[in-house]
């Protein structure tokens, strides 16, 4: 994943780098928010089974769809959506996959209780991680696309540059 370069005066980049820069940190994004999504669903599935072990039931994936366990849906984001396009071997999903793997996310029902509280930190850790690297993404793209639309607004960039482009 590309790291945003802090030190880069975007006044001096060319508008063609602004644009690429921007576009390849929308794609880290993607991906970034793509697992942390991830790891946040594999929270709330933890959180079903450790609340139906106390509750002294056997918890099954389509019980814990069915009975809505877990924190309410998000209402998401304020940027508009977009279509987003992870390949399913990006290195950050395989680095999930084996935080789950590791953890016995997929034999979770066999986990004691000490693990099961391993594995609920564990994935919330991960996905605290990914809203942090999220959150930086964010405030680049924010300043790429600031710088982008002050020059379109001062007249150091073209619109009919842009329509041809």
Known sequence: MSEPSKATDLQTLALSDLRAERETLRKDEDAVSFVRRLAQGRVDLVVAVRHGRHEGS???????????????????????????????????????????????FDNMADLDDAALESLEAELRAFESTQSEIRRRLFDRIDALTAELVRRYRDGGASVDALLEG
């Open 58 to 104: 056997a918890v099954t994936a389509l019980d814990i769809v069915k009975s809505g366990v877990g924190p309410a849906p998000s209402t998401g984001s304020a940027r508009p959506p977009r279509d987003t396009d992870v390949a399913a071997d990006h290195p950050l999903l395989a680095e999930f996959d084996a935080l789950c793997d590791r953890l016995g």
